[in-house]
């Protein structure tokens, strides 16, 4: 068992910048692989970075150069810092931690980041 617990949402405004951390506790080998996912209203849990054990990352293209996902293996913590936002990026984000790419694996509650003016 994961349990994960998610931090640092909230408003901002377009161009701002917003920093989300999420914290793992239980087996470490079920934190493998890290991530973020968000969904927006309406719309399907999308991707949007991953990053490995190794620090090996993925991102979606809608976020390249905008986004840094990084980890603190010794705090079992990953990160996601966001700049240059847009409305488009509003969403409740998600961070999950699992064995591999192709482990389904645990999920946080949720962030509500919204970007808006």
């Known amino acids: 068992q994961v349990q994960l617990v998610e931090s640092g949402g909230g408003l901002v405004q377009p161009g701002g910048s917003l920093r989300l951390s999420c914290t793992a506790s239980?087996?470490?080998?079920?934190?493998?692989?890290l991530g973020w996912y968000r969904q927006a209203p309406g719309k399907q849990r999308e991707l949007v970075a991953t990053?490995?054990?190794?620090?090996?990352?993925n991102y979606a293209d809608s976020v390249k150069g905008r986004f840094t996902i990084s980890r603190d293996n010794a705090k079992n913590t990953v990160y996601l810092q966001m700049n240059s936002l847009k409305p488009e990026d509003t969403a409740v984000y998600y961070c999950?931690?699992?064995?591999?790419?192709?482990?389904?694996?645990?999920w946080g509650q949720g962030t509500q980041v919204t970007v808006s003016s």
């Open positions: 999950n931690a699992a064995r591999s790419y192709s482990d389904t694996g645990y």
């Open positions: 990053i490995t054990r190794g620090r090996t990352t």
């Open positions: 239980g087996s470490i080998f079920s934190t493998n692989v």
